[in-house]
């Protein structure tokens, strides 16, 4: 049975949250975006990240070094050859990328990397109105 979630998904969209795929590295639209609110997940509407944890890792893709407290499962991803730490939605279990550590990037020493495509945006702005 398919989550009810990911049914009104794109076909890319549902690629990557769904079928646990990757958009190519600089062509998420949030890979340069820094304005003030936070981050839901594009499926359910769960909120994962608040704008403030986002910073330019370089990867291409959002990177964020805090979660929203208990937004994000982690699995185990031995996919490509190598071990990984993939992180889902909490509430749907979309897809939304890997989480690395040990890189030394950020003071938590976390990179959240996040496809644009599992994700959308809330500004802080939108909500004062």
């Not at 070094?65 to 990984?84: C, F, H, K, T, W």
């Not at 509430?91 to 495509?117: A, M, W, Y």
Request: hydrophobic residues 25%.
């Amino acid at each position: 049975m398919e989550n009810k979630y990911f049914k009104n998904l794109t076909n890319e969209e549902r690629d990557i949250i769904a079928n646990k795929g990757t958009e190519a590295p600089f062509s998420g639209e949030y890979n340069d975006h820094f304005e003030q609110g936070y981050f839901v997940c594009r499926a359910c509407n769960n909120k994962l990240y608040e704008s403030k944890s986002k910073f330019d890792s370089g990867c291409g893709w959002p990177s964020f070094d805090d979660e929203v407290p208990g937004a994000i499962v982690r699995y185990e991803d031995n996919s490509l050859g190598r071990q990984r730490t993939e992180i889902c939605c909490s509430k749907c279990d979309g897809h939304l990328g890997h989480v690395f550590q040990g890189e030394k990037i950020t003071p938590k020493d976390t990179r959240h990397c996040v496809n644009s495509l599992s994700i959308r945006f809330i500004s802080s702005s939108s909500l004062e109105n």
